[in-house]
T-cell receptor, first 112, second 110 residues
Framework: IAGITQAPTSQILAAGRRMTLRCTQDMRHNAMYWYRQDLGLGLRLIHYSNTAGTTGKGEVPDGYSVSRANTDDFPLTLASAVPSQTSVYFC???????????FGPGTRLLVL | GIQVEQSPPDLILQEGANSTLRCNFSDSVNNLQWFHQNPWGQLINLFYIPSGTKQNGRLSATTVATERYSLLYISSSQTTDSGVYFCAVEPGDSNYQLIWGAGTKLIIKP
C-alpha cells in the first residue's frame, strides 16, 4: 500500500541521547518535510527537502538535522535530546514543492 | 511573519448539523490547504484551495484570497467528522513552507 511510514511509533529517550526518527515514502514524491506538533498547537516545520540531495531549514530547525540521500528516505536526527523536544513528529511528502502534502502516522517522543 | 487564525477554537454539534469553520490569514499566500486530524492523530488532506470553491461529498471549501480568508463547510455532520481541522498557508515569500493555524476542535455528538 502506497504511503508514508515512520519509525518508531513512540519512544522514551533520556536527555542528552542521540536519536534518529525514520521516514520512508513509496510514492516517488520529490518533496519531503518534518514537522513537530505540540499539545494544542498546529504543526511547525522543522526541515524540508525539495528533492533528493537538498535540504532546507524550516521554522524550528535548532537541535535537529536531516539528510536526503535518496528519494524515499528522509531521517530526522536529534543530536543531543532535550526535554523541550518532547513532541509528536510528523513526516510528510508532496509530489513537488507547494503541492498537496500527505502525512505519515507520526512518532510520539518523550525526552526525560 | 504571516499570522493564521482559525475560528472557532472549539465546536460541539449534534449529528446531522451543519458547520462553518473559518481561517483568516494576514498576508498574501501562494496556496492554502485544509487538513483533518482524527482522534487517533492521523492527518488527512481535505482540500488544496488557493482560491475559489471546491466540494468533496459533504465537505466544501471556499478561499477568497483577496480578502485573506477561507471557509470550510461541513454538512450533515457525522460522528466520524470529529477531530481537529487545520488550515495551513504557504506565504507568498515562503519557499513552499506551510504555516499552520492552531486548529478548530470539532466534536460531533450522536
Amino acid at each position: 500500500i502506497a504511503g508514508i511510514t515512520q519509525a518508531p511509533t513512540s519512544q522514551i529517550l533520556a536527555a542528552g541521547r542521540r536519536m534518529t526518527l525514520r521516514c520512508t515514502q513509496d510514492m516517488r514524491h520529490n518533496a519531503m518535510y518534518w514537522y513537530r506538533q505540540d499539545l494544542g498547537l498546529g504543526l511547525r516545520l522543522i526541515h524540508y527537502s525539495n528533492t533528493a540531495g537538498t535540504t532546507g531549514k524550516g521554522e524550528v530547525p535548532d537541535g535537529y538535522s536531516v539528510s536526503r540521500a535518496n528519494t524515499d528516505d528522509f531521517p530526522l536526527t536529534l543530536a543531543s535530546a532535550v526535554p523541550s523536544q518532547t513532541s509528536v513528529y510528523f513526516c510528510a511528502s508532496s509530489q513537488d514543492n507547494g503541492e498537496t502534502q500527505y502525512f505519515g502516522p507520526g512518532t510520539r517522543l518523550l525526552v526525560l | 511573519g504571516i499570522q493564521v487564525e482559525q475560528s472557532p477554537p472549539d465546536l460541539i454539534l449534534q449529528e446531522g448539523a451543519n458547520s462553518t469553520l473559518r481561517c483568516n490569514f494576514s498576508d498574501s499566500v501562494n496556496n492554502l490547504q485544509w487538513f483533518h486530524q482524527n482522534p487517533w492523530g492521523q492527518l488527512i488532506n481535505l482540500f488544496y484551495i488557493p482560491s475559489g470553491t471546491k466540494q468533496n461529498g459533504r465537505l466544501s471549501a471556499t478561499t477568497v484570497a483577496t480578502e485573506r480568508y477561507s471557509l470550510l463547510y461541513i454538512s450533515s455532520s457525522q460522528t466520524t467528522d470529529s477531530g481537529v481541522y487545520f488550515c495551513a498557508v504557504e506565504p507568498g515569500d515562503s519557499n513552499y513552507q506551510l504555516i499552520w493555524g492552531a486548529g478548530t476542535k470539532l466534536i460531533i455528538k450522536p
